[in-house]
């Protein structure tokens, strides 16, 4: 932990008190001059604290700002989150997470910045991100799996999604195959999961999670303004960022435990059909070059859909865009 952490979480242990000068020097490990001057750089970065001789320090007020100092403070989990790298601006938090994977990052390591100016979704489409106002975060994952049950940590990563959505907000999202969060049926949050593989193993994962935060509808660019939305168009309040994030970590290390458990894929699976309500739906998938018309009648333990056609045929359907449709009859 750095020393602007220690800090911040001494603070943070005793918001609303003053700490001496001796205590956080004593426990932080640096000398009172040094201290003074790390709470002038935290006050530059936003933080309001109270400095008064002969009492000390006391937090009044912290910034929402996504650095390990507020990320990590009693955030609870046991794998995910363990080690967050904050950056005020990236091209693309997924490639600076498997950069940092090659070079060794670990299991649960978590990369996330203030503005991304070169995201990607699904097909290699360009994922909008708004400085401050939407979320743009990848997490390392290290799990022993071979590469065909990879395609359930896209799923783990949006039963996530859901949850953190429904704690904050009260309201139920929903999820659109294979990788998309909704909200009133347009798109609010993404998933991205790129691998890293040898024949019969995973080498590592990354998940890169794009949410439209605190986002104006009159914001979203005009080719996707009629079918993207954000938590604040949806609920018309703002959510802290901090808040968001560090919830969005506790729920997805709590998923995680559960892939990684013995069955937990198939768990996945079957908590990642509830949620997304697919099964016995009409849909139009467009696969490659191919338009596909049926009734879903199961998602197969690879995570590809199982359609029916009106002619009785059964496809699998492992990639395309998605549209649920009601059939006419005849």
Known sequence: MMDNEKIIH???DHEGRFVSGEIISREVGITRAAIWKRISALKSMGYVIDARQNMGYRLMRSPD???PEEIQYRLGTK?????VRYYPVLESTNAEAFRVATEGGKDGLVIV??????GKGRLNRTWFSFRRQSLSLSIVLRPKIVPYVATMLTYMAGIALYETIYALTAVKPSIKWPNDILMSGKKVAGVLCELNTETDVVNFAVIGLGINLNVRKNKFPA???????????ETKKRVKRVTFVK???????YWYGVFLRDGGDSRILAEWKERADIVGKDVKIRSFNEEIEGEVVDVDPNGALVVQTKEGEKKRVIAG??????????
């Open 10 to 12: 001494i603070l943070k």
């Open 223 to 233: 080719e996707i303004r009629d079918a993207s939305t954000s938590i604040y168009e």
């Open 321 to 330: 865009d998605l549209e649920t449709v009601v059939l006419p009859e005849g």
């Open 113 to 118: 910045t203030d503005h991304q100016t070169g």
């Open 65 to 67: 700002i996504l650095t």
């Open 79 to 83: 794998i995910v989150g363990s080690e």
């Open 247 to 253: 919830e969005l970590l506790r729920q997805f290390d």
